[in-house]
Each structure stands twice: as structure tokens, then as C-alpha cells.
């Protein structure tokens, strides 16, 4: 009853000291938890600077150079151009031609580009990974770029009496896009030939076309050609379709040129070489973290004598799908020992609509070897001159070697 009393009827003197202790306490506690929440978050962004950044903060090194431009350069400057710029090169300070930053332009251009038709001048390009430069790696037929004289292996580096040199891949697609019917100034400048020269090009709406296909007839026999320029999204259907054709054509074996293909998609690669190579593995990735990733075939394919025609501007997916044949047996590789581009990219999207590519995982033969920086040999080698090596397309079976020898190989399996 004490107690019950003492809790229902309370002494005010003995009230206000129960609230001034429970003040100090509450105070206290207040207190000793916010120093401890602050030690975790200091501690944290030591971590993070330590570890991620070497004891660096961007930010203040950032602001710091802002300040001394704002206060004495006597030249005018843009602060979002500034920022961009930033952007880019931290991803160029990685050291990879293939890890890129996209501002909401390049992104929107590198979809267009992937997509397979668009208003330009029909090339298809990559960054040389030893000059930096913006490499032309197929001059479609019959566009603009091809129409003109441009030619694989040629670089540019200018447009409209820009200098592009060390500028990114997107950056360089953008200045050479414009609307349709308008010109466009190119500085090209040609390795093989130690020449430079500009060549106007008018840009045109372009469809590519990425597979080329053609039967080509001996006395005895009906060989089926493939050519495929590059891995998009529309060369799936196209070479589906010139397979179709050549098979209901009656062709009695295929030589599939990829040389000077610059390579693309991982995804068409492994559908169109499923439908060239018996059950089991095509290529598998691993990342980081060692996690792998297998990309397989069915037991539904081709089934016919096989070569294909490769060289040293043959990179990426060109070597996915020649790796497979050659691992797995199913056919003859005829040329030159291949580029050498043994890692995959992905696009990363950020929140203010624009993007990073990065390289976020090497790929591997079916037999396991990583080609990247070695390439792949061929089984017979057929070295050709340079000149005509990047006109590969566009000679007469005469002047190409390569597509000779082939069909020696492939004769010799029928």
C-alpha cells in the first residue's frame, strides 16, 4: 500500500530533483550517443578516403582549383563543361580504352548506333588502344564514309577543323552526326600510307547492313559465303536469313569472313555461333570476384564443312565465335592471327541521365584460354598486303588471297 501511495501522491521538492537527475541523465546519454555516432561517421569517411580515395578528397582538391579559377583566370570558363570534363577524365585515369564516360549526347548516340540505323556517315569505329585514336574499323558499302574513300584502319582525327585526337569514342560520334543531307569535314590521317588529308562527307540515313552473303560455284560444288561487319542487334535477323537462303540454295559447305570486324554484342555472337557448333560451350565470362558465367550451345546446328576467314583487325566477338570453332573442332581458321580483345564491357546507368561503360569481366574459349592481348592463330596462315587487307569487301576473288585459300581448305573437306 506504501508504494502504491508513494506512486499516486508525489512530493513536489522530491519531483523537481527526480527531473533535474533525469535531465543530467537524458543530457548524458544524448550526449555520449551522438559523440559515438559521430566517431562511426568520422570513421567511415576515413575509411572511405583511405581506402578508396589513398587519404585524397576529391572534393575539396575539386573546390580548391574551382577557387583559384574563379579568383584569377582571366580566361572565361563553363562549370558544367568543367564538371564533364572531370568526369571523363577520371574514367580515361583508369588506363582502358574501353571504360568510358557517356554524357546524355554520347549516350543517346551510342543507343542510336547500336540500334543499326541512323543518320551518319555509315562507319563503324572503335579507340586503337595503343594511339587512343578513333579507329574506322568498317566503311560500310555504299555509304557515305565508303563512298568518299574512307577506308579501314583510317583514323580521325579531326572534324570540321576540330582536333579529336585523345577525345572519347561517344565524344567523336557526336561531332561527326549531324542532320541529314549536311556535310561533314573529316581529317583523316592513313598509317599504311603515313598520309593526311580531309575528305568532305555528306551524312545520309544509313541502314546497315552488317551481313553479306553470296554463293560462290565450282565445277563440283556450291560454297556458301558469309561476311558479317560487325555484331549489332539487326545481324541476328541478317545472318539467320543469308543462312536460310544459302542452305535452301544447296550449298555444300560456308566460309564465314569476319575479318575487320571490330566485334559487338555478346549476346548475337553466342546465338549466331549456336547455330554453327554442336552441344556445349561457346564462351563463359568471369568476373571480379571470380564468378563465371557460361554461355552454351544447343545440339540443333550447321553440321556442314566450316572455315572461317580472320585477321588482325578481327577483335572482340569476331574472336568469341572463332574461338568456339576452333575449340570445339568444327571447323579451319584461315588468315592472320587475330586482334586480341579478350574482356566485356557494360553500361551503367547513373541518375542525372547519363552513363559509364567499364570492362567488368574477361571471356574465355570453350577449352578456357583468355585471348586478351594474344589473339588467336589461325590453322593456316595467309598473310596479305596491308592495302588490300583493309579494302576486304570490296576485291574481286582474284586479288584475295585469303578467300583462295579458304576455299582450297574447304574443297579439301567435301
Do not use: C
Not at 24 to 37: P, Q, V, Y
Not at 45 to 63: A, H, L
Not at 263 to 285: A, K, Q, W
Amino acid at each position: 500500500m506504501e508504494n502504491t501511495l508513494s506512486l499516486g501522491v508525489r512530493d513536489p521538492i522530491k519531483m523537481k530533483e527526480a527531473a533535474v537527475n533525469n535531465k543530467k541523465f537524458f543530457l548524458l546519454g544524448l550526449g555520449i550517443g551522438i559523440l559515438i555516432m559521430l566517431t562511426g561517421l568520422v570513421g567511415f569517411r576515413i575509411y572511405e578516403r583511405e581506402v578508396r580515395w589513398g587519404g585524397i578528397d576529391p572534393n575539396s582538391k575539386v573546390r580548391e582549383i574551382y577557387a583559384l579559377l574563379d579568383r584569377f583566370s582571366i580566361l572565361p570558363f563553363d562549370r558544367a563543361e568543367m564538371l564533364e570534363s572531370m568526369y571523363r577524365g577520371l574514367l580515361y585515369g583508369v588506363g582502358d580504352p574501353y571504360t568510358q564516360y557517356f554524357d546524355s549526347a554520347a549516350l543517346a548516340a551510342f543507343h542510336v548506333r547500336m540500334e543499326g540505323a541512323y543518320v551518319g556517315i555509315g562507319v563503324l569505329v572503335s579507340v586503337d588502344p595503343e594511339d587512343r585514336m578513333v579507329t574506322v574499323g568498317v566503311a560500310y558499302r555504299g555509304a557515305p564514309a565508303a563512298l568518299a574513300g574512307i577506308l579501314p584502319g583510317d583514323k580521325i582525327i579531326g572534324v570540321d577543323g576540330v582536333d579529336v585526337v585523345g577525345r572519347s569514342l561517344e565524344e567523336v560520334i557526336g561531332l561527326v552526326r549531324g542532320p541529314e543531307n549536311s556535310a561533314v569535314t573529316l581529317t583523316i590521317f592513313r598509317p599504311y600510307e603515313n598520309s593526311r588529308f580531309d575528305v568532305d562527307v555528306i551524312r545520309r540515313r544509313v541502314e546497315i547492313p552488317t551481313v553479306f552473303h553470296e554463293m560462290i560455284h565450282t565445277e563440283a560444288e556450291a560454297i556458301g559465303y558469309i561476311r558479317i561487319e560487325g555484331f549489332d542487334r539487326v545481324t541476328l535477323t541478317q545472318f539467320t536469313e543469308a543462312l536460310s537462303e544459302l542452305y535452301a540454295a544447296g550449298m555444300n559447305g560456308l566460309i564465314i569472313d569476319v575479318r575487320n570486324n571490330p566485334g559487338g554484342s555478346l549476346d548475337v555472337v553466342n546465338r549466331i555461333t549456336n547455330m554453327l557448333i554442336p552441344e556445349g560451350i561457346i564462351t563463359y565470362t568471369e568476373d571480379v570476384n571470380g564468378h563465371r558465367i557460361y554461355h552454351n550451345s544447343t545440339a540443333d546446328y550447321l553440321g556442314l564443312p566450316l572455315v572461317v576467314l580472320i585477321n588482325e583487325r578481327s577483335a572482340s566477338a569476331s574472336e568469341v565465335l572463332s574461338g568456339a570453332i576452333r575449340d570445339t573442332g568444327t571447323g579451319t581458321l584461315v588468315g592472320t592471327q587475330t586482334f586480341g580483345k579478350g574482356i566485356v564491357q557494360n553500361l551503367f546507368y547513373l541518375s542525372d541521365g547519363t552513363a559509364i561503360k567499364m570492362t567488368v569481366a574477361k571471356y574465355f574459349t570453350p577449352a578456357g584460354e583468355s585471348i586478351h592481348g594474344i589473339g588467336i592463330a589461325p590453322h593456316v596462315l595467309v598473310e596479305m598486303e596491308e592495302s588490300l587487307s583493309r579494302q576486304i569487301g570490296n576485291l574481286h576473288m582474284d586479288e584475295d588471297i585469303q578467300l583462295q585459300a579458304a576455299m582450297k581448305v574447304i574443297l579439301l573437306k567435301l
